[in-house]
Structure formats: structure tokens, C-alpha cells
């Protein structure tokens, strides 16, 4: 039997506000156990939840930068269940008017293939605290730090193929929400957690078959291994003759497998109703202008954009609009270059200086090389002050010491040798003492130019015009 798999996520992404969602109690990550919770948190009786403008204002952003319908009224519920880490007994959430409707999120796939991810909709929550186990002997502790904290639940339709797909468009909504400014992203510190609802059917049926929701994936890789697990296992229950549960399951990394949690609920099950303390938040045309025009250039237009105006590849320009910093660092590299020097900017940062950065475990903001400097060096590799190799031995200098492409070059006396007297001197002298290779390469074997030209740059001390070195060499070993 031929299957298919069924994928559908819902995303909780933790907004970058300084307060909670509904009260002033700090957000930051790390403080003592339950020293970050108000007695609106707490769910202490009397207390009224107070709305935060920002956490409003964020998901606006996501909805404008996904096309989305804004809701102009939407409306807080109580999501009603028994946790000990919910003290209230129920989440703040939104059910029926959520802040924000249908969208879309355009997903580049492996082979390079462009797919649209519908969006159901995305809507504001308060998190709830956190159950401690490991250091209670036979017994849990509770911490309701994160109790209140703002969450924008992004859900989509049950559009993916496989568990590639489905690590695609959650890599590309983390890092849209991280480019639109409304969340760090930080999956350790649990900014950003991935529920994926799976399920499978046979190729050509269109209903869907029974799901099961795996909760709390904190990692691409996790998930993809999750989702390729509960498919298998799916499948093989289904071909022994058994039949899915509809079931809450959790994916243990540590054993690699998933597991069943709890019997999956519906909406109905948690009775929702409209919060009587929170008032329906509307959102005006005036709102909406407001954050779009808070809105950076998206990664989309920007990356198509490189494409069109700087003749940057297609690859490289989908991997520079990534990060926003990246972009950024590259378009101002490429201010100092100048424009006929982008692609080169585009190789250097994301090659060189990327994999230096990753050698040394430093952020992009960290790198000893400017984005001035960047441009300063790719500007004299074009004007034939310095070659490729040469231009890595400045990069050296300016990692170790700091300092700027031209005073380095001047200091280290690194001027590149264009002079075609003194080149054609070396490659003489390159002619004279490999003769077996001279011989070899009049013979047909045209990869032995490739040891002569790296002898001549040798003799120069890297110093030579490589072109100039390359063309020398084969005119003279044609005709002599």
C-alpha cells in the first residue's frame, strides 16, 4: 500500500515584550523560581488581567508580514483545564476571533522548490508555568515564572507532505518572527515550540485520517525525527489492522520514539466562553498603518530584490535574507563596495567570514571584519590591489589585531605584483625548473598548469596577478 502523510504545526512563539501579556511582571529568562509572578499570574482572587498594547502590536506584525487578515475585533476566552502549573484553572487564549486570520507563508523545499503553507489562523495566549520534577524527590515542584508570559500561536492548515516540508516552513516562520522583531527565537529557552498534528492516509484518498498531535518539539531536527517516527508508526498499525487513537503524544529524544501523553482533547472539552475580565480588542485602519509602518522590508521582496537589482544568485540571496542581521550586514558591505561587487560580498560573508564565525563561536555582530571593511576588501580585489589570496591573509590580520583592509595591506607591504616583467621572470624560472611537468602538460595532461601557476604564486609570495600568471603560462607553454 501507497500512503501519504498528512502534516499540520502550530507554532507557540514567545513575544519580545518586556511584561507579561496581562500584567507588569518581567518577561527575562533565567530569574529565581517564582519571582517573576504577579498575583494576576498567580490568579490570586480580585485581580484584573490588563491587556499589553505590544503583545497586540506584535501580532499584527505576523499578520501583516504573512498577508493575513487582521481581526478588527477579537476576543480573549477562558480555556478551561486542571494543570498545577495553571493556578487559575484556565488560559487566557482566543478561540472564534482570533487577533489574526488566513494567511500564507511562502517555504522554499529542499530541492529548491517554492510551496505555500496556508495559515488557519494565529492568536494571543498567556503561557503557563512550568512543572519541576528532578529535583524533588517523589514529589514536583512548581515554578510560575513563565506563568502569563505572551504567546502568539501560529496554526496551519494540514499542508505538508513530509517531515521535511513541515521543518521547512517552521524554520521559515522562526525565522520570520525573529526578522520582524516579535520573537528572539530561542528554542532552548523555549521561545519557540512546535506542536505537529499527523496523520496518514492512503495516496488518492482526499479524507483525512485520524491525527495525533505531538507537543513541545524544541528542535528542527527533533521534529523531523518525531514526524518520520509517528508516520512509521502510524503505518505499521494500520497494515497489523489496528486503528490510530486520536491521542497527545510526546517524542523522547533520548529513547527515540514517541509515546502517548493523554487522549487528545477537543475544543469542546476545554468549555470555552469570552473572558467576562477582557474587554474585545479592536483594531483600527490606523492601528494597522501604525505597525506596517514599523514593518522592515520582508525577507521576500528583500531576497528577490538582491536577485533583480544586485544579480545576486538565487541561493545565495535566499541564505542572505535568512537572518536580518546578515542582510543587513551584506547591504552595507555592499554600499562600500559598490554595486558591481555584490556577488563577491555575497561569497566572501557567506563562505569565509561565515565559516570563521563559526570557528570561533562568534554572533555576526561580533566579527573583527566590518561590513565597511568587507566592502574595502572586495573593492580592492577588483581594482587588482590585492589578489583572492592575498585578500585572506589581510582577513588573518584583521581577525588577530583589527585594523583596516588598506592600512593592513600598506603595513604588510601585500600590493599585488602587475607588473608583467617581473611576472614573466618567475614564470621562466617555474618553466626552467619543471620540466617533467612542462613535458606532461604539452602532452595533454592540462591539470599540471595548475601546479605551475601555484609555483609562480609561490615564488611571489602570493603576490603575483593570478590571471595574468595563468594566461603567461599557457601562451608560453603553447608555443615554445
Known amino acids: 500500500m501507497r500512503w501519504e502523510t498528512v502534516i499540520g504545526l502550530e507554532i507557540h512563539a514567545q513575544l ?58 477579537s476576543v480573549f476566552a477562558r480555556k478551561n ?81 513530509s517531515a521535511s516540508e513541515a521543518v521547512a516552513y517552521a524554520r521559515t516562520v522562526h525565522a520570520l518572527v525573529r526578522y520582524i522583531g516579535i520573537c528572539d527565537g530561542n528554542m532552548q529557552e523555549g521561545s519557540f515550540r512546535v506542536d505537529a498534528n499527523v496523520s496518514v492516509r492512503l495516496a488518492g484518498e482526499s479524507a483525512l485520517g485520524t491525527r495525533t498531535e505531538i507537543k513541545n518539539v524544541n528542535s528542527f531536527r527533533f521534529l523531523e525525527r518525531a514526524i518520520n517516527l509517528e508516520v512509521q508508526r502510524q503505518i505499521e498499525t494500520l497494515e497489523d489492522g489496528g486503528a490510530v487513537v486520536q491521542e497527545t503524544r510526546l517524542y523522547d529524544a533520548d529513547l527515540d520514539e514517541t509515546r502517548s501523553m493523554r487522549s487528545k482533547e477537543e475544543a469542546n472539552d476545554y468549555r470555552y466562553f469570552p473572558d467576562p475580565d477582557l ?8 492601528d494597522i498603518d501604525a505597525v506596517a509602518e514599523r514593518l522592515p522590508e520582508l525577507p521576500e521582496p528583500r531576497r528577490q530584490r538582491f536577485v533583480d537589482t544586485l544579480g545576486v544568485t538565487d541561493g545565495d540571496a535566499a541564505l542572505l535574507v535568512l537572518e536580518r542581521d546578515l542582510a543587513d550586514y551584506f547591504e552595507a ?30 554572533a555576526l555582530a561580533a566579527c573583527p571584519v566590518t561590513a565597511v571593511e568587507l566592502g574595502a576588501l572586495v573593492r580592492r580585489i577588483a581594482d587588482n590591489t590585492i589578489s583572492g589570496k592575498i585578500a585572506k591573509q589581510v582577513v588573518d590580520v584583521i581577525w588577530e589585531d583589527g585594523g583596516s583592509v588598506d592600512a593592513v595591506i600598506e603595513a604588510k607591504g601585500l600590493v599585488q605584483i602587475t607588473d608583467t616583467g617581473a611576472i614573466e621572470t618567475l614564470v621562466d624560472d617555474a618553466i626552467d625548473q619543471f620540466p617533467d611537468q612542462v613535458e606532461a602538460y604539452r602532452g595533454g595532461k592540462d591539470k599540471v598548469l595548475g601546479f605551475l601557476v601555484g609555483k609562480v604564486m609561490q615564488a611571489s609570495k602570493g603576490k603575483a596577478n593570478p590571471g595574468t600568471v595563468n594566461q603567461m603560462l599557457r601562451d608560453k607553454l603553447s608555443r615554445d
Open 16 to 73: 519580545d515584550t518586556r511584561s507579561k501579556i496581562f500584567s507588569g511582571a518581567s518577561t527575562d529568562f533565567g530569574a529565581d523560581a517564582n519571582r517573576q509572578a504577579s498575583a494576576v499570574d498567580l490568579g490570586m482572587p480580585g485581580v484584573l488581567p490588563v491587556l499589553n498594547r505590544e503583545a497586540v502590536q506584535c501580532a499584527i506584525k505576523f499578520g501583516l508580514a504573512t498577508s493575513a487578515e487582521i481581526g478588527r475585533r
Open 81 to 161: 483545564y486542571f494543570y498545577p502549573d495553571l493556578p487559575k484553572g484556565y488560559q487566557i487564549s482566543q478561540l472564534d476571533h482570533p487577533i489574526v486570520g488566513a494567511g500564507e507563508v511562502l517555504v522554499t523545499l529542499d530541492d529548491g522548490a517554492r510551496k505555500a503553507i496556508r495559515l488557519t489562523r494565529a492568536h494571543l495566549e498567556e503561557d503557563a508555568g512550568k512543572s519541576l520534577h528532578e529535583d524533588f524527590q517523589g514529589l514536583s515542584g512548581i515554578d510560575l515564572n513563565r506563568a502569563g508570559t505572551p504567546l502568539l500561536e501560529i496554526v496551519s492548515e494540514p499542508d505538508m507532505r
Open 279 to 286: 474587554l474585545p480588542v479592536v483594531v483600527t485602519q490606523a
Open 333 to 362: 558591505a555592499v554600499a562600500a563596495a559598490g554595486t558591481d561587487g555584490a556577488q563577491s560580498v555575497a561569497n566572501w560573508l557567506l563562505n569565509d567570514l561565515r565559516a570563521r564565525l563559526d570557528k570561533s563561536d562568534l
